[in-house]
């Protein structure tokens, strides 16, 4: 069975430019989860989404927004880029909400110049 | 909002010998999750612990959980090369949404 999918791998981009990055959860699942993790540091919560809907949101400012589709892929998106957000980005799927494991993909590498 | 603090930050060990790794939180662990990471990849999914005293072991990976203490430690016996990496541990805040925090990681480096 396909694991957690994110695309794309890398991604250069450059200050105030915008950046969609996607995650296909594994079969069956119907959470996603979207995290940052920076260099030297464990990942941080940014969204949850569960049934399209959006169930919990971390502390990022405005211009980090996500989304969830009827077949349960997500999208982050994120405007007006700051050098900060230079990042291993990370997505994971659960079956559903609380005491269960989420499990991650391999991540999107986002580089801003 | 909830910290864990994981102890010791890296490690270096021989192939062979036992090792530990802590995990303590700052407030009521809810559900506590152990992962592995690879340098710039993806976490892998260890286990999973819910209930004080609850002892999961997986090959040569043991984890337990410390309720009252607020503590998780893995253990891991007779260390192989394969071992190395960065070891995550992630918890449950509650709640209705379930969002996982993290320790900073330790890294462990298993020498041949």
């Known amino acids: 069975d396909a694991g957690v999918t994110q695309s794309p791998t890398h991604l250069i981009k450059t200050r105030g430019q915008h950046v969609t990055l996607r995650c296909s959860p594994i079969s069956g699942h119907k959470s996603v989860s979207w995290y940052q993790q920076v260099l030297g540091q464990g990942p941080q919560f940014i969204f949850q989404y569960y049934e399209k809907e959006e169930r919990g949101r971390g502390n990022f400012p405005d211009r980090f927004s996500a989304r969830q589709f009827p077949n349960y892929s997500s999208e982050l998106n994120v405007n007006a880029l700051l050098l900060g957000d230079s990042a291993l980005y990370l997505c994971?799927?659960?079956?559903?909400?609380?005491?269960?494991?989420?499990?991650f993909g391999d991540g999107t590498r986002l580089s801003i110049l | 909002s909830q910290e864990l603090e994981q102890s010791p930050q890296s490690l270096i060990v021989q192939e062979g010998k036992n090792l530990t790794i802590n995990c303590t939180s700052s407030k009521t662990l809810y559900g506590l999750y152990w992962y592995k990471q690879k340098y710039g990849e993806g976490l892998i999914f260890l286990m999973m612990?819910?209930?004080?005293?609850e002892e999961k072991s997986h090959e040569k990976i043991t984890a337990k959980l410390d309720e009252k203490k607020q503590q998780s430690s893995l253990h891991i016996t007779a260390s192989q090369p394969s071992h190395a990496g960065i070891y995550l541990c992630g918890a449950d805040s509650g709640g209705s949404n379930y969002k996982l925090t993290f320790g900073k990681g330790t890294l462990l480096t298993v020498n041949p």
């Open positions: 612990l819910q209930k004080g005293g």
């Open positions: 994971a799927s659960s079956q559903g909400v609380g005491n269960q494991p989420q499990h």
